[in-house]
Structure formats: C-alpha cells, structure tokens
C-alpha cells in the first residue's frame, strides 16, 4: 500500500458462470465445448484483464447479487474463503475450487461507515459461509487470479422491499461509504460491480449450453435499453444513468436491480469520464457488459 | 399397484426453528410442531417425502434433486450468526429420475440434479431435518422456478402425482414456503418477533382458517389474492404445487399446529390429510391445465 487510498478503477462485470465454464479453468469440473455463444465476451474479459494488469491493487470490493440480504448490507467478515462452489442454478457449469484471502479490515471499515451513515448492516463471521458464486466468478473473469484480497458486500432486498427509488437512495450512501473508508484506510481499490444489464433469461437450455445458435438477446426491447445505458455509459452520464435507473429496472428486468451499479457509480462519484465498453453479449438472453472506468 | 398421496403439509422455510427456537416463543412452538408432524409421518405407512422448497429457486426449468445422500452444510445468507446447518440427507435417486420424467413428459423443462456440494436450501434442510430426523423416509425436493406461474406449477403438481401414482408408493407431499412474507429490514430483538402487520395476520389467518377447513383447492385458487395483499411467498407456488400434487379439492381433514411469525413474516405448520366429504369442491374458476405447453412467447422475438 501507497499513497492516499482511492478508487482506481471501477468495472461493470458481469457474472453468468457460463463464462468461467466456457473458460474451462482448471479449478472448475466441468469442461465445455468450446462451441463460441459467449466469445464476445470472453475477449472483453482479455481485453479487460490486459489493461488491470498494468495496475496495482490492494484490495477488490465487489457487491454481489447472489448473497442476498433483508436484513441490512453484510460484509465479509472471515480472513479467507476456500471450499466447492456449485452454483444451485447452474450446476452443471459451475462447480469450482476457490481459495481467495478477505480484507477485513476494509469490510468492517466499510461497515462502520455504512452504519454511521444510517444504513443497517452486518458482518459476517460464520466461517462456514458458502461464498456466493458472483463474487467468484467476477473476481476470476476481472483479474484472473485471487491474489488480490475481496471485500465482498451483500446485496440488500431494498428496490424489492420498498422501491427502485429507495434502493438507489441506499446503494448511493452505501457506496459513499465504501469511498470514505478505502480513502482513509489508504487502499488502493478495484470495485466490481457484477450484474447483467437486461435480465430476461429463456428458461431452457439447449443440450450444449454453449451452443452459438440458441444464444440471442430475449427480446429487442432488452438490446435497445441495454444499448441505450451503454451509450451513456461511453458518454460519461453516470449520472443521467441514476436518473434513468428506476426506469431502466422496470424496462427490461433489469439486474441492476439488485444493487451493484448503482452502488458502484455513487462510489466513484458520478464519474463524468467516458468508459470503456469492452465487450457487450448475451447469455440465456440476459444482456451483459464489461465496462470499464479507468480512475487511475 | 397405484401409489398415492397420503398427506400433505405446509412447513416454514427459515431457519430460526431449528437453529434458535430458544430465542422466541413461537419459534419454538414451531419447532415443536413440526416434530410432533415427524413423529405423526413416522407412525404412518409413508415411504416417501416429497419437497417443494420455494427457497431453492431455478430459473431452467425445475431441477430435481438426485443425489442419494447429500452430504454437506449451509449459512443462511441473513441469518449467518445462528450457526449452520449440517445435513446428510437421504434422497430417492430412482424416484427423482421419475419424477423428472414425468414432469418432461408435461411437457415441462426438466433435470435431476447429483453434485456433491451442491448447496440444499435452508428451507429444506430445515424440513427434513425436524420432520425426519433419522433419515427413515427418503425424500426428493423439487426447486421453485422463478420465472412460473399458475399453470406450470399446477403442472409440476399433476407430474409428481402422475409419478407417486406410477411408482407405487405411499407419499406425502410438503410445502416448505412463508404465507405473508415482509419481513423487518432492521435487527429486531426475537423476543420482540411480530407478524409485520395486522394486515398480513388477518390474511395470514384467512387462509389457515381454510385450510384448517380442509379447503386446499380454495387455498390455491385464492393464492393471487393473498399474494397482493399480503406479499405472499413466491407468488404463493408452494401452494398451488400442493394442492395440485394432493388432487385438486378440498376433501381434506386441516389441522393447523402452529402460526406464528419468523422475523415478520407469517410461519405456519399445517396437516392435511384426505378426508372425502369434508368440504365443497372448486369453488373458484382457476384454468385447470394438464400440459404444458412452454412459454407463449408473448414477449420474446428476434432483434431485427
């Protein structure tokens, strides 16, 4: 660690295991076929990985849809994850080894600052805690590795609880939070917020999951919002992107629903930098984004 | 010879009875209850628990868990701090490849699943773990598809009586779901522990009034209603999978062994049993459907 701590990058990574399947790493059992649907997207992950390279970490915070919270956000709290990750939905992708250290000390950071704020929150500390597939997956398509220590954040029932508009009220003070404490813990950071864009999946698979000619968006309305925030994306409107984000939910199911970008542009603070659009595709219908905002 | 459904009941699918009944009234009386079911289920002539758990959710068909004896451990994604829930489960394999078949055979989109560390829900784990505690019954689980509604979880229903009825064996049927189900967004002491509002518990109270009744049909037929008014649990599907699963009527003895709230929600243990003549027969004008025919894709086309 050196220097002020500060937000060095944030990224939009989405989190479909197909993609760690596809990748047929090691750590995961099954092997695919390698027959392309999700190609777009694993060059966007290369892509992505090559320029994080260049950049030093300490620390990676991810908010996660899959470890879903009522009762307040929730923080890792336990030094080191390691076991069997099988995803309940995909199980025949996703079935992998993972062996990643915790930044605590930020988790709880961003914990006390949550609270201080108003928001109600949590640690996690039961060593048992089967670590959500989102934050594995994303952390591994980002980087490549698990090195990097993870603050891992649950994702709050707030926009299903209450309203689109309240939920994005809370994900913008949680993530003012999670500023404040990387900035006065001094850590360098890479946010990852991992959600799909349009989240309309179809509800059967093909006999070869990755098969090219099953895989297409869900509908044209899904591609046309999903295009839509995109260009905003490159234009540098995080901010318009808020504005629009009750509508965006509600326009095509989308994942951001749960949380994770919303939380991440109030994090960085409405950057008005245009992103880089890496790789944009779909899995089981759903629209999904690497995009990138370089802070460094 | 046929197999049949012998019983039916309504579980709750949190973990605080099981892992922390000492820490409220009626999460004990709870507990209690579903283990006075288990040792009901023991002194029967049942062979077989059939489980549908809305917190195992899917969103590629409905999976159907096949491992014969899963052998792992889970962390309620909430309530981490209550410890966590050890389990090695017995599950029918052959049933499960059946019941998967019959359900494919309706023409819905179907998979067993057989992984090891493949993470049981809570609500199952929770289930099986009061109701059977010595793994005396084997069991199969259905997981709760997000994206169904009505039609195809009636559908799932008749396919798990189509399989029990040609598998020979005598069955009960569990629905392992809240009824109302807002539950408090801060840390509240158990003690303290309340329906989330009389509106919930007079809704609450309506429908186990009915099935107390016996009226599972009408139960089923009146779960749309209940879910808007009283935020029901995934749309209510754990009920229209009983009631489909047990024969569409209402010609049941109901007892209600317990109601009481989880962190808000509304928690209820219910028996029934099939009792012929106890109660009118639909009521209401639900679409009744045998096949199912996928989605109509009312919404999905290609972008030109």
Redesign the interface.
């Given at each position: 660690m050196t220097g002020p701590g500060r937000i060095v990058t944030g990224v939009l990574a989405p989190h479909p295991p197909h993609l760690v399947y596809a990748a047929n790493p090691p750590q995961n059992e099954p092997r695919s076929s390698r027959a392309g649907a999700w190609k777009g997207l694993l060059e966007g992950y290369e892509k992505l990985r090559a320029r994080l390279t260049a950049r030093e970490f300490d620390v990676v915070v991810v908010h996660t849809p899959h470890?879903?919270?009522?009762?307040?956000h929730?923080f890792l709290g336990i030094p080191r994850c390691k076991?069997?990750?099988?995803d309940?939905?995909?199980?025949?992708l996703f079935?992998f080894q993972f062996d990643l250290p915790v930044d605590v000390e930020l988790g709880e950071a961003i914990c006390a600052e949550a609270a201080a704020g108003g928001l109600?929150t949590?640690m996690?500390?039961?060593p048992?805690?089967?670590l959500d597939y989102g934050t594995i997956t994303s952390n591994y398509l980002s980087l490549g590795h698990f090195e990097t220590p993870i603050v891992a954040i649950?994702s709050n029932?707030?926009y299903f609880?209450y309203s689109n508009e309240a939920g994005d009220r809370e994900m913008l003070a949680l993530g003012a939070a999670t500023r404040r404490a990387i900035e006065k813990l001094g850590k360098r950071a890479l946010l990852l917020a991992t959600c799909s864009l349009s989240h309309?999946?179809f509800?059967?698979?093909p006999a070869d999951p990755e098969d090219p000619a099953f895989e297409?968006?869900?509908?044209?309305?899904q591609?046309r919002w999903d295009d839509h925030i995109l260009s905003l994306m490159r234009n540098g409107e995080t901010r318009r992107i808020v504005d629009e984000m009750p509508d965006f939910i509600e326009g095509c199911v989308s994942e951001t629903r749960d949380g994770a970008l919303t939380w991440m542009i109030g994090a960085m603070g409405f950057p008005t930098i245009p992103a880089i659009v890496h790789g944009y595709g779909t899995v089981?219908?759903t629209g999904n984004a690497i995009v990138e905002w370089d802070l460094s | 010879m046929s197999g049949s459904l012998i019983g039916g009941y309504v579980l709750p699918n949190k973990p605080h009875p099981l892992l922390a009944p000492e820490q409220n009234a009626g999460w004990a009386e709870l507990r209690e209850a579903m283990e006075e079911c288990g040792r009901e289920i023991a002194r029967s002539d049942a062979d077989l628990l059939l489980i549908f758990s809305t917190r195992w959710t899917s969103i590629i068909g409905h999976q159907f868990q096949a491992d014969p004896e899963p052998d792992w451990w889970e962390v309620d994604d909430d309530f981490h701090e209550y410890g966590t829930l050890r389990y090695k489960l017995r599950m029918d394999a052959p049933f499960a490849e059946r019941w998967c078949a019959a359900a494919r055979a309706r023409g819905l989109h179907t998979r067993t699943v057989a992984y090891r560390g493949f993470p049981i829900d809570v609500g199952t784990v929770a289930a099986l773990k009061l109701l059977n505690p010595d793994n005396r019954i084997p069991a199969g689980v259905v997981s709760c598809n997000m994206y169904s509604d009505r039609a195809e979880t009636i559908v799932l229903g008749k396919a798990t009586r189509d399989a029990v009825e040609q598998s020979g064996r005598k069955a009960i049927a569990v629905a392992v779901t809240s009824f109302s189900n807002r539950m408090f967004t801060e840390w509240i002491d158990p003690a303290d522990d309340r329906i989330h509002s009389p509106k919930d518990d007079e809704w609450n109270r309506k429908f186990l009034e009915l099935l107390g009744e016996g009226r599972l049909e009408d139960v089923s037929q009146l779960a749309r209603e209940f879910t808007r008014q009283a935020n029901g649990d995934s749309k209510m599907k754990a009920l229209w999978w009983l009631a489909a699963t047990m024969g569409q009527h209402n010609d049941y003895a109901g007892s209600v062994r317990a109601y009481a709230p989880i962190w808000g929600t509304g928690a209820a243990v219910v028996g029934l049993v099939p009792a012929p003549g106890r109660a009118g027969n639909l009521e209401y004008d639900e679409d009744d459907t045998d096949h199912y025919r996928g989605e109509r894709e009312v919404l999905a086309q290609q972008p030109s």
């Open positions: 470890w879903k919270t009522t009762v307040g929730h076991g069997l990750s099988v309940p939905i995909f199980p025949n079935r109600v949590k996690m500390r039961n048992d805690f089967r649950s029932r707030v609880d309309r999946h509800t059967q698979e297409h968006p869900y509908n044209a309305n591609t089981i219908g | -």
